[in-house]
Structures are given as C-alpha cells and as structure tokens.
C-alpha cells in the first residue's frame, strides 16, 4: 500500500525557509456513500512566517474548516499538511494534539475558556503543557500584557465577554507560537469591544512575532492585514495582497 505522506526525500513544496504552513491538494469529507459532504476540495496555501492571512468567505464556504484542519483540529481527509515545522499529514487526534503544542495558538469566537480555573490557571495551563519553567509567573506577565492584571483570581462566569477573550488571547500566545489561528476572534462582541480586542491582539503579533491566520467575515477587519484569499464552496477562489494607501503609486 503506498503513502501520500512526504519522505525525507520528497519534501513538502513550500515547507521550507520562511515558510510556515504548506498544504497540498487538501481535502475534507464527512460521512460515508450517499451520506457524503465534501467540504474542502483540493486546497493548496503557502503562508510565510510573520504574515497575516486573513480568510473571508460566506457561511459555508469552508473557511472555519481550513483552519481546522490546518490548526490541527481536525484530520483532513486528504493532502500534505506542513505547518510550524510539523508534518501534520496522516496524524490522529493524539499526534494532532502534540503538533500543536507550542507550535499554534488558537483563538475562537466562544472563548472556551475552563469555568472551573480562574484566568490565571486558564493561561498558565498551556504554558505548563509547553513545559514552561515557572509558568504561573508566566501567565501573570501575559494577563499584564493584555491588561487584565488586577483580574488574574477572577472566573470566567466573572469577567466580560471582552475581559474572556483577553484571556484567550492571552493563553493562546502564552506558549509564544509560532502561529496564531484566529476564528471570528470579535464574533461575541459589540462593536466598541471588538475594536479593542482587534487592537490589542494585532499589538501583542507585533511583540510576539507570531504569524495570524485570521478567520472573518468582515472585509474592514480582513483589510488590516497583509493578505486576503476568498473561499467559496470548499475552494480558494481567490488570493490578493491588500492594497494600502502608502503602496498606491499616483497615475
């Protein structure tokens, strides 16, 4: 039986250099027969390290589920997957969780956030998991850094829905990633509250130097980032630089 898995001799095109995630011919399929949907249909992406990507595209369109797939919650049904270094290609649910671990941070519309810690214990977790030498000092600093020092001993049923997702923000990019995956990151939130979380996460890549692959439906909120492709019906239907007022050159 042969293997789509790449060997020491067949690299992963794109894998390479500052390139931090590369997928080919991606594919993703649930259910069986009659029964089958096909959500992803031959996706490939080169992201290099320090972009930010952002992913638009209508509701089932297939965007959430690249980033699945890509961020290793899910196992794609088919094609190479290289990502922060990690062959994700083939793995199951326990390599998929190791891959991840200090390699991806990931930020979701709920925030996901465990009731039972306090956002202290919510941060220093993956921390410990990444195995961090002293990492409720640690989740201290990242709780200061997304200004929420004086709510460390706070629940989350305790916070706001923009206090929770400074938390998540927080415990994402704790571990210091290599790539922060973000899912409609502002989708719980009012507007006002939304513009501050924005804020606040694109200032702490700029510190941490962790490339965003920024999940969204909103065109304004894609068109601060370096790049835009549009999903549409499980396909890359289009890929662009975002166009800026200092690129544009007079006629």
Do not use: W
């Not at 020491?8 to 027969?33: C, K």
């Not at 297939?62 to 890509?70: D, F, I």
């Not at 990242?142 to 460390?152: K, S």
């Not at 941490?208 to 439906?217: N, Q």
Request: charged content about 25%; proline content about 6%.
């Amino acid at each position: 039986m042969t293997s789509d898995r790449p060997t020491a001799t067949e690299p992963l095109p794109g894998a390479a250099g500052d390139i931090v995630i590369a997928a080919e011919n991606v594919t993703l399929s649930l259910g069986r027969g009659d029964a089958r949907v096909d959500i992803l249909k031959g996706v490939d992406l080169r992201v290099a390290a320090g972009e930010r990507l952002a992913i638009l595209g209508p509701s089932g369109s297939g965007k959430s589920s690249l980033m699945a797939v890509l961020s290793g919650l899910e196992q794609a049904s088919g094609g190479r997957i290289m990502v922060a270094g990690a062959d994700m290609t083939g793995l199951g649910e326990d390599g998929l969780a190791e891959a991840r671990r200090g390699r991806i941070g990931i930020v979701l519309q709920a925030f996901h956030l465990i009731p039972t810690m306090t956002a202290l214990e919510n941060v220093a977790v993956p921390l410990e998991l990444a195995g961090h030498p002293d990492p409720l000092r640690a989740a201290r600093d990242e709780l200061e850094a997304v200004g929420l020092a004086q709510r460390t001993g706070h629940y989350p049923a305790q916070l706001s829905g923009g206090e929770q997702q400074r938390v998540a923000l927080a415990r994402a990019l704790g571990p210091r990633p290599r790539i922060l995956f973000a899912d409609e990151p502002t989708g719980n939130l009012d507007a006002a509250t939304g513009e501050t979380i924005v804020a606040l996460m694109f200032r702490r890549l700029q510190e941490t130097g962790a490339t965003l692959v920024l999940i969204t439906h909103d065109s304004g909120l894609a068109a601060r980032c370096d790049r835009i492709i549009t999903m549409r019906d499980g396909r890359i239907v289009s890929d662009s630089p975002v166009e800026r007022a200092a690129d544009r050159v007079p006629a």
